[in-house]
């Protein structure tokens, strides 16, 4: 699991993107509050958060011609296996993840040119 780096959203090669959204769900589903090494981080702010990176990948693919289903533009949606159900709130709600910095921004780069996708 990533969560790619927000600014990289809109340059994501389609498998990556696509990929991304699937992320996004699994997070928002059953895997909100899971421990995963790669997304920790996450689960220190607001689900808000993750809806709002959600959406930007949504619009990302719309803009290319995919279509996800329009059910997860709901905030409160969580997926086929828990339906409708209000997220914990608890935590920071910010306009972006703080560990999408420069650094995060560089081993996301190093990460896609492995993929030898850029």
Same mark, same amino acid.
């Given at each position: 699991?990533? +969560?790619?780096? %927000?600014? +990289? ?8 993107? @696509? ?6 769900c699994? @997070? ?10 790669? %997304?920790?981080? %996450?689960?220190k702010?607001?689900?808000?958060? /993750?809806?709002?990176?959600? /959406? /930007? %990948? ?11 289903? =329009? ?5 409160h949606?969580?997926?086929?296996? +828990? ?12 306009? =972006? ?7 995060? @921004? ?5 990460? +896609? ?6």
């Amino acid at each position: 699991m990533r +969560l790619w780096h %927000v600014s +990289l959203i809109k340059y994501l090669p389609r498998q990556q993107l @696509l990929g991304q959204h699937r992320e996004c769900c699994a @997070l928002r589903g059953k895997g909100w509050g899971k421990p995963h090494a790669t %997304v920790n981080y %996450v689960f220190k702010y607001s689900p808000s958060m /993750l809806y709002q990176f959600h /959406l /930007l %990948v949504m619009k990302e693919m719309e803009q290319r011609g995919y279509h996800a289903d =329009k059910i997860w533009m709901d905030y409160h949606y969580r997926g086929k296996k +828990l339906g409708y159900a209000d997220y914990n709130t608890m935590g920071k709600s910010l306009e =972006k993840y703080p560990e999408h910095d420069t650094k995060y @921004l560089t081993e996301c780069i190093d990460n +896609l040119r492995e993929k030898r996708c850029c």
